[in-house]
């Protein structure tokens, strides 16, 4: 805030635009869901074509772990929930992780 030499107070605000927290959504092999299961969820849920969810299946499967994505953290939230939701109810182990970019 500043006094100019007419009295007019003149203030002046720093806008201040924080970019959102981003978080990994992390599939986590396991011995019994299917990888055709695995692959559909990755092109429905997390939009990935064939290839790519056939590469990142592929991956997971052979080293542990590996991610689908990084989305803000609703969104990461909400594609977690439904591919859980989908792997329960076709009867499926599958796991998943979110953690911070
Ligand atoms: N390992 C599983 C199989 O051999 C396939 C698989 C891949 C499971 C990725 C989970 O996140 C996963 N059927």
């Known amino acids: 805030m500043s006094h100019r030499e007419d009295g007019?107070?003149?203030?002046?605000?720093?806008i201040?635009?924080?970019k959102p927290r981003r978080f990994k959504v992390v599939f986590l092999n396991d011995d019994y869901t299917p990888m055709d299961f695995v692959c559909r969820v990755l092109e429905n849920v997390f939009h990935k074509s064939p290839a790519e969810s056939a590469?990142?299946?592929l991956n997971v499967h052979n080293s542990g772990a590996g991610?689908?994505?990084?989305y803000t953290k609703e969104v990461a939230e909400t594609k977690l929930e439904q591919t859980l939701k989908?792997?329960?109810q076709e009867g499926h182990p599958l796991a998943l992780s979110m953690?911070?970019?």
Do not use: D, F, L, Q
């Not at 007019?8 to 720093?14: H, N, P």
């Not at 991610?67 to 990084?70: D, E, H, M, N």
């Open 86 to 88: 989908w792997a329960r």
């Open 55 to 57: 590469s990142i299946m």
């Open 8 to 14: 007019e107070v003149v203030t002046k605000k720093k």
């Open 67 to 70: 991610i689908a994505g990084i």
């Open 16 to 18: 201040e635009v924080k």
């Open 99 to 101: 953690e911070p970019e």
